[in-house]
Nanobody, 126 residues
């Protein structure tokens, strides 16, 4: 297990954009998957997006499709979550996590992710 490190959380107004970063120690092109999850106050943690280190495939939950974009910089060992047209319902603590194998149809299964970050707060409010 490794400790992932998220950054980039902030307080923004509705409609604005924000980019979160996830630094993955020891990042290698090993076929693993990196996911973004979020947890709003009083709610269960939910999956947001997932990307593979090798296989060029990404996944998004329905509520963020068309607004969020996940990407990776292999040279920097960093995964990003570009969030556009932010809504108040996007307010949550955002976590990134790593799984030993590629994201697939089961990417929402949080139990398959073995390393997590500490989270970064995103607040969307006017």
């Amino acid at each position: 297990q490794v400790q992932l490190v998220e950054s980039g959380g902030a307080l923004v107004q509705p409609g604005m954009s924000l980019t979160l970063s996830c630094a993955v120690p020891g990042f290698t092109l090993d076929g693993s998957g990196i996911g973004w999850f979020r947890q709003a106050q009083g709610k269960e943690r939910e999956g947001v997006s997932c990307i593979n280190t090798i296989v060029p495939r990404t996944y998004y939950t329905d509520s963020v499709k068309g607004r969020f974009t996940i990407s990776r910089d292999n040279a920097k060992g960093t995964v990003y979550l570009q969030m556009n047209s932010l809504k108040p319902e996007d307010t949550a603590v955002y976590y990134c996590a790593r799984r030993a194998f590629a994201c697939g149809s089961n990417w929402l299964d949080q139990g398959l992710f073995d390393s997590w970050g500490q989270g970064t707060q995103v607040t969307v409010s006017s």
